[in-house]
Structures are given as structure tokens and as C-alpha cells.
């Protein structure tokens, strides 16, 4: 009975219920995964002693009791179909089977994960030419393979990929997710952990299926594959919570990153809350980078009870300033990154204000653990090349917020697999407030963009501000803790001066606390939007 509540508080209709709403600061939200996989380092040549003995390390080297408890074996297991359809292990790899491996890593207080394809022939199969993987994946063997693997061999994770679904098929993704979740769902005996591996994020269908889901391509242990998921990522805090993130692939720490890029790599997978999968050979690893993987500090920031995910609060230069609340929802406590992409060092200059943090602000460097001196005002560090400063920081209070990016919002038609040109989207401007808008809102009541923790501290009017970028035959629709739409028919059609927004204003209600707030059109596009200011006027 107790799975199949389980599985029903996974189902998609409730968890899309819940994938953007604000965390309920009372309660402890599941965190991020945290473990080891085999594919970084092995890719499909790995075997039952192997796979052990990266068990074993995981517990020896302290890994374990930092919080790493998931060893998941990837693409490299298979063996054969027989006439039944029933998969087989590699004989040589595997010869004694799953099941042995998955009891020892049970044995270590360890969790078991597994993998898949979403389409007949697994990514190994296709790049590293391992005939066993063709006919291996889950497309016409759902509930066979299901039942092996998390009944008999007793599974407690799967990562699905896409490359015979997508690369070969050419499948839509969220039916076949779908169908692969739901026969999860009927035919598990315990819980199980869900991972889609799509390479881009999939859309917010993901949330009602997956504890987890890729944003991007594969990881490489080199400067430029680091930087380009760390960007992919940036604007998709609205998409990661209530226990579902954002996954930004497997850990290279330990495998040829220079230490800041290492410090970088790991402490921007932590605020960012994507789950934390070492990749590396536990049994060499370099003791500094283990320091690292161990930083409980940083641990904290990934596994905060909140589970959310840092957000864009400043483009500066070539920088960029995350941050997000920890412990309790708008207390005085943030974690802050200030993240240097760039080959030049950057020099910021952050106002508290923009921290949403009021008064003398304590300051400690997670990355170093060490505490630093008090500031008041503004925020002044400088960041080397490839580099970033992870803080904690407490204020003497908390701020009320009044500024809004577009590039903050929940967008639940988007995704990022690019298969039409007209999917709503987060694209960079110059000129705007952030350096980035929102475009292709409206055409339909479902294309809208939302903002679902608007804050107010006592409720009341307020004037809200849309800065947007003008075109021809726009509206623009808003509403407000889903009350009476307010409709702008008469928009600006083009900028004035050197402007590249304009501005239209409109009085609202909010309540105390936190509010809801969208805009969209649903019969015609709306502007592409910049950002929305909030300013009290009454009571």
C-alpha cells in the first residue's frame, strides 16, 4: 500500500501541480542525489569487480558519510536478449549477474542505480560500437525490464537515455517518457529514482516524471564543456524544487581540471542544486580534489532543506551573480556565487540591495570555509578567470524585492530541444535590464509567463512596471493570484530615443506574503518582455 501511495504522489497530473510552486519552509524537501557513476571514466568497459571496488571507496575514502550514497552502473551491463525478452548480463563483465553487485553495494548501506535507453539501442551501442547494446534498451520491453531490474536485482535508480529513441527513432519525448514512467510506476516494488537524460532541458512535462532530468550534452573534463553547461543552466532556476532539479551531468572533478576551475565546477553544481554524481576513479583520486568533493559547506548549500535552485540577480561585465535563499524562505540567510566565465579577472561590485539583504551583511567563503570581514553597502571582490567566490551571507534583515527579470519566470511551454523556431524562450538582448528577455509569450492561454514568489512583507497596492520590448499588433495580458485578467491593448510599437523597451504601468492588489503574478496574451503574441518593477502606493 505504502508504494502505491508512493507512486501515486508521482504521478504527472500531481507533481506538474506542484513543479513551480514556491517550497514550504516547515518542511524538508528531498534533496539532490548525491553518488557515483561509472560512464565518465569507464564508459561501457566496466565489470562486477569494478563496480565493487568503487563501492568499497566510496565508503573509504569518507565519501559516504559526506553524503554520497548512490553507485549507478551506466551503459556497459548488457548482454543479450534471450527468446523471452529477457536481458542477460555481459558474460564477461558480468558474469555472475546484477543481482550480486546490487547486494553488495546494499550491503555498504549504499544505493543501487541502472541504466537505459528510451528507444531499442543503447549510446554505446552507437558511440563506442558495443554490439551488445543494440535491441538493450527499454522501447517494447518496458515491463519485463522493469520488474528485473527493480524486483529481482532490486534497483533503486535508472538513468534513461535518449540515443536509439531520439538519434535513431526520432520519438517524441514526452509520450515515450511517459510510458516508461508509468509502467515504473505499476510494476516497481519499491521506490525508484527517476533520471532523464535528453541532453536539453525536455520541457516541464519532466517534472511529473523524473526526480531529475539533463539540460545539456554530455560533461568533458576540459574549461569549455564546464562553462557551456554552467550557461545552459543559468535561467532555469524556475524548472528545479519540491525535490525535482535540474541536472547538470556527472562530476569531471579529478579528472585534469585545473583547482579553480575544479572549485568552480563543484561549487556552481552545488548552488545550482544539480545532483552530484563523482565521475572519477575513487581509487586514485587526487586528495585535494576529495577535499573538495567533501566540502561540507558546499554539501549544505546543494542539500538545503528549501531545495532550490540560485537564479541570475546580476549580469556584470562578463560576471554573473547567483543567488538563493537557504534555511528558511526570505530569511536573512543567502548563498551567493560570484562567477567569472571569462578568461580576464572580473571585478564586482554588487549592492546589497540587489541581495535583497538590509544593514552590515556577515560574509563567509564556503569554498575556503573561512569567515571574512563584515560589509555594509556593497559587495566588492574581484574573481580570477574561470573562477568563482561562493558565499554565505546574513543580513541584519531582509528587503522587500522590486525588481523582476523575464528571465526569472516559469515558462511551461518551454523546453530546449529547438525543434521550432517559435518556442517561447530566454534570449539575450543588450540593452535590457539583464542583458536578457523572454520571447514568443501568448498565442494560446497556455503560453504564458509566470512569477509564482512575488513578495510582498504586508500586502497592498502597488504599481507594477512592464519594461518590454515593442513590436507590431502585441497585447499584453496580466493577472494577478489568478484574478480578473487586466488587458493592454495599446502598447508602444517602437522604442523612443535609444531605448530598446518601453514601459507600461498598471495598479495591483498583492496579498502579504508570497504572490502569483502572469502575463501572457492568449489570441495574439505579447511583447517580449525585459522585466516588472514593483512600487507600493496604499494599503
Known amino acids: 500500500m505504502r508504494f502505491a501511495l508512493f507512486f501515486?504522489?508521482?504521478?504527472?497530473?500531481?507533481?506538474?501541480?506542484?513543479?513551480?510552486?514556491?517550497?514550504?519552509?516547515?518542511?524538508?524537501?528531498?534533496?539532490?542525489?548525491?553518488?557515483?557513476?561509472?560512464?565518465n571514466t569507464y564508459r561501457v568497459n566496466i565489470s562486477d569487480e569494478l563496480i565493487k571496488k568503487q563501492a568499497?571507496?566510496?565508503?573509504?575514502?569518507?565519501?559516504?558519510?559526506?553524503?554520497?550514497?548512490?553507485?549507478?552502473?551506466?551503459?556497459?551491463?548488457?548482454?543479450h536478449r534471450d527468446s523471452t525478452g529477457r536481458m542477460h548480463t555481459h558474460p564477461v563483465r558480468f558474469p555472475h549477474g546484477l543481482k550480486e553487485v546490487a547486494d553488495h553495494i546494499h550491503a555498504l548501506g549504499l544505493k543501487a542505480g541502472i541504466y537505459s535507453d528510451a528507444g531499442s539501442n543503447t549510446c554505446g551501442s552507437i558511440w563506442d560500437n558495443d554490439t551488445h547494446g543494440v535491441g538493450a534498451g527499454l522501447y517494447g520491453h518496458e515491463s519485463l525490464d522493469a520488474r528485473l531490474y527493480f524486483n529481482e536485482w532490486g534497483f533503486d535508480f535508472i538513468k534513461i537515455d535518449y540515443c536509439g529513441a531520439g538519434q535513431e527513432l526520432d520519438l517524441e519525448e514526452e509520450r515515450r517518457y511517459s510510458e516508461i514512467c508509468r509502467t515504473i510506476r505499476e510494476v516497481a516494488e519499491r521506490p525508484v529514482s527517476v533520471n532523464i537524460c535528453r541532453w536539453a532541458f525536455p520541457g516541464t512535462w519532466a517534472a511529473g516524471m523524473a526526480r531529475s532530468w539533463r539540460i545539456s550534452p554530455d560533461i568533458r573534463p576540459e574549461w569549455a564543456s564546464v562553462k557551456s553547461i554552467i550557461r545552459k543552466n543559468l535561467y532555469l532556476s524556475a524548472y528545479a524544487g519540491n525535490g525535482h532539479y535540474n541536472d547538470m551531468d556527472m562530476l569531471e572533478i579529478g579528472r585534469g581540471l585545473?583547482?579553480?576551475?575544479?572549485?568552480?565546477?563543484?561549487?556552481?553544481w552545488c548552488i545550482m542544486s544539480s545532483p552530484l554524481l563523482i565521475g572519477c576513479d575513487l581509487t586514485t583520486i587526487p586528495e585535494a580534489s576529495l577535499r573538495l568533493l567533501k566540502n561540507k559547506e558546499l554539501i549544505a548549500l546543494n542539500q538545503d532543506r528549501l531545495g532550490l535552485q540560485a537564479h541570475v540577480a546580476l549580469h556584470q561585465g562578463e560576471g554573473y551573480v547567483l543567488v538563493k535563499d537557504v534555511e528558511q524562505l526570505q530569511g536573512r540567510?543567502?548563498?551567493v556565487a560570484l562567477y567569472n566565465p571569462s578568461d580576464t579577472v572580473?571585478?564586482?561590485r554588487v549592492p546589497l540591495e540587489i541581495l535583497e539583504l538590509e544593514g552590515k551583511a556577515k560574509v563567509r567563503d564556503?569554498?575556503?570555509?573561512?569567515?571574512?570581514?563584515?560589509i555594509e553597502g556593497t559587495l566588492c571582490m574581484e574573481v580570477p578567470p574561470h573562477?568563482?567566490?561562493?558565499?554565505?551571507?546574513?543580513?541584519?534583515?531582509?528587503?522587500?524585492?522590486?525588481l523582476y527579470e523575464a528571465e526569472q519566470a516559469y515558462l511551461p511551454c518551454f523546453d530546449d530541444l529547438g525543434k521550432s523556431p517559435k518556442t517561447v524562450a530566454y534570449a539575450p538582448m543588450p540593452g535590457t535590464s539583464g542583458g536578457m528577455k523572454i520571447a514568443y509569450v501568448g498565442g494560446s492561454?497556455?503560453?504564458?509567463?509566470?512569477?509564482?514568489?512575488?513578495?510582498?512583507?504586508?500586502?497592498g497596492r502597488y504599481d507594477l512596471t512592464v519594461a518590454y520590448i515593442p513590436g507590431k499588433y502585441r497585447k499584453l495580458q496580466i493577472e494577478v493570484n489568478d484574478g480578473e485578467p487586466i488587458l493592454i491593448d495599446r502598447l508602444c510599437e517602437t522604442a523612443e530615443g535609444t531605448d530598446v523597451t518601453a514601459r507600461v504601468t498598471v495598479s495591483v492588489q498583492l496579498k502579504a506574503g508570497y504572490n502569483t503574478i502572469r502575463m501572457g496574451s492568449p489570441y495574439c503574441w505579447a511583447p517580449d518582455i525585459d522585466c516588472f518593477r514593483l512600487k507600493r502606493t496604499s494599503d
Open 346 to 348: 572580473c571585478r564586482f
Open 258 to 268: 585545473t583547482p579553480v576551475e575544479e572549485e568552480t565546477h563543484f561549487g556552481m
Open 8 to 39: 501515486l504522489l508521482l504521478s504527472p497530473a500531481f507533481l506538474s501541480s506542484l513543479a513551480a510552486q514556491p517550497t514550504n519552509d516547515e518542511k524538508q524537501t528531498a534533496p539532490p542525489l548525491m553518488g557515483w557513476s561509472s560512464w
Open 366 to 374: 564556503v569554498v575556503r570555509q573561512q569567515s571574512l570581514s563584515p
Open 56 to 79: 568499497d571507496a566510496l565508503v573509504q575514502t569518507g565519501l559516504k558519510k559526506a553524503g554520497y550514497t548512490y553507485i549507478n552502473i551506466d551503459d556497459g551491463f548488457f548482454g
Open 333 to 335: 540567510t543567502r548563498a
Open 445 to 459: 492561454r497556455e503560453n504564458y509567463a509566470e512569477w509564482n514568489r512575488v513578495y510582498s512583507q504586508q500586502g
Open 387 to 402: 573562477g568563482v567566490r561562493i558565499l554565505r551571507m546574513e543580513g541584519e534583515g531582509r528587503s522587500e524585492p522590486s
